[in-house]
């Protein structure tokens, strides 16, 4: 267990729809990173956030958006899904942005 | 671009040690190495990292070559919980927009009885 916290663990929606996955880091954890794993891509870096702020970009569409929270959790927003978005969405966090990540479990997007 | 090279698969038989190699002849002085796995569809775990001297904790032991382009992750007592892909990760950690990992396709690593 890597004290990272996933929510939902599975999640079904039709094409058009827009979801909210959630994540909250390691206690203590400053950063927090998006990835995002489907099977032709591999793991692929989203977005970094650091205390409050976004940190830096990686390949995250513009229909995707994240945030986070005073209380460090954060929420990657995912709209006008395609079939395509159907990935693996991993959470990572660490202490401060240039320490060791630690991944969550991951939430499964299934896109109908 | 991913920066490292790694074999795509390897068996290994329980009990035995597996010896993980990887390629990172472009690897520059303030990069380091990152091992992390990740079993079936679960959030890659991490294992080890190391700048230049070997590194070893109650996973594995990580061993980079003198002139640090290329290194070796050894799981010293295999078992079948190991069977995983093991991803080889060369970060900069001085800036801020590098901090994000960058994963290659790995190494399957099967472990058999």
């Known amino acids: 267990d890597s004290g990272v916290t996933q929510t939902p663990k599975h999640l079904i929606t039709a094409t058009g729809q827009r979801v909210t996955l959630r994540c909250s880091p390691r206690?203590?954890?400053?950063?927090v990173y998006w990835y995002q794993q489907s099977l032709d891509q591999g793991l692929q870096f989203l977005i970094q956030?650091?205390?409050?702020?976004?940190?830096a970009k990686g390949n995250i569409l513009e229909r995707f958006s994240a945030q986070q929270f005073p209380d460090l959790h954060s929420e990657l927003n995912l709209s006008s899904l395609e079939l395509g978005d159907s990935a693996l969405y991993f959470c990572?966090?660490?202490?401060?942005?240039?320490?060791?990540?630690?991944f969550g479990p991951g939430t499964r997007l299934l896109v109908l | 671009d991913a920066k490292t090279t790694q074999p795509p698969s390897m068996d290994c038989a329980e009990g035995r040690a597996a010896n993980l190699p990887c390629n990172h002849s472009?690897?520059?002085?303030?990069?380091?190495v990152y091992w992390y796995r990740q079993i079936h569809s679960q959030g890659p775990q991490y294992i080890i990292h190391?700048?230049?001297n070997n590194e070893t904790n109650e996973m594995a032991s990580l061993i980079i070559t003198e002139d640090r382009k290329s290194s070796t992750l050894i799981l010293p007592h295999a078992t079948l919980r190991d069977t995983a892909v093991y991803y080889c990760?060369?970060?900069?950690?001085?800036?801020?927009?590098?901090?994000?990992?960058?994963f290659g396709t790995g190494t399957r690593l099967q472990v058999t009885l």
């Open positions: 190391g700048l230049k």
């Open positions: 956030y650091y205390n409050g702020e976004e940190r």
């Open positions: 990760i060369v970060r900069d950690t001085d800036t801020g927009t590098a901090s994000k990992l960058t």
């Open positions: 472009t690897i520059s002085g303030n990069e380091y």
């Open positions: 206690s203590g954890d400053l950063s």
């Open positions: 990572a966090s660490s202490v401060h942005a240039q320490e060791t990540q630690y």
